[in-house]
């Protein structure tokens, strides 16, 4: 019987687990650079990160592995800033065409295999809700990887990770995701001159979808409101800005998703302002807009459910968010008003949500995408990434 290749991607101490069970190992030892979006391991390098720092290779070692075991500490319901730092740098594993798998848009696979996934979150105070988005970011991230079957489990520390790994038996959990439970939340008191901070999280400096939207979101505030206007692009958020988050009576951060959740610099932010947050007892209402680069707004639901983890684990209130599907169009239509053309039902939800920001009140989640035919969008999308890699000789 031929042995199975297995590559283990984790975040606990490096040496921590036995490395001749495995094939390769990648843990953190040295610095990683977060994923800049920049796509170059797609048009320019294929297969191959921009950033040399040790971790450019992972579509590599994915390719060459028949079993991925990933051990993470669960952070709002999904993996730690390590571990999908990892999986954010591994994005051209696939290819940058796409396929409708189940009703949804997805990448095309480069590679005919079908990784076994095991995936072991650990962490002593998860909450139900977490434990439920990390089984469903689970699911997606798995379809996206064309990876099965999948097994996940939880446990409470290192220790119980180190047992489970020597009984060589991790049990397979489901994990049911029923319909979304959200607490009711009271609107705050309305103040005369609510302060609200616009965050992009995106990590590119300039021409993010994410950025875009807030400036779109602006023109629907009113005028008298005192926005500052906030960018989360590197791995940790500055004393004075953690001051500014704390003046805001609203905050409404807008993101893009990344392997189904949050990307690994944004994670890193949000929980220095988790630390900075947690026993301050300063309530806010918080507002999400989620974009990503399929065509269904829905696929953004898992990390939308992260951001509300996060929510409860700051004392914030979650208010809702907007999920925008075919995000990579919004540069090529960045003219076009909100509630026009393809951006006619984005512009209706988003005014919605800009009224209830304003009275700050619940919005709830809404998905949503562009008025265009899922087929144009995908024609256009894969005709822009022929046109972008052929410019550096390379054919897709
Ligand atoms: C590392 C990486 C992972 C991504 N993962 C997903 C994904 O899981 N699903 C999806 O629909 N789009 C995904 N995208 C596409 C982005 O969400 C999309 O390009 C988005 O418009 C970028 O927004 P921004 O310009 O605000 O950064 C990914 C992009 C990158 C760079």
Known sequence: MMNKSRLLIHDLPPGFVAAENYDEVVEASGTIRNCIGCFTCWIKSPMECVLKDGYEHMAEKLAACDELVLISKCTYGGPSAFVKNVLDRSIPYLHPDFVIKDGQMHHKQRFPQH???????????????????????????????????????????????????????????KTICGPQKRDVHLPLSKQEEAAIALISGSPKKKYSTSGKMLEELSAFLPKDKTVTELHFSGNEIEENTLQTLAESETLVLSLPLYVDGIPSHLLRCLRDAEDFFADKMLPKSVYIIINCGFYEGEQTQTAMKMMENWCVRCGFSFCGGLGVGAGGMWHSIKDVPPGHGPKKNYGKHLSALAQKIEQQAEYGCVFTTVNLPRIAYKIAGEYGWKKAAEKNGITL
């Open 115 to 173: 990784i076994t996934m095991k995936v072991i979150f650990y962490g002593d105070d998860l909450s139900e809700a977490e434990k439920e988005s990390a089984g469903a970011w689970v699911e997606a991230m798995a379809v996206n990887f064309d990876a099965a079957p999948v097994e996940t489990v939880f446990c409470t520390n290192a220790v119980e990770v180190r047992q489970i790994l020597s009984e060589e038996c991790i049990r397979q959990e």
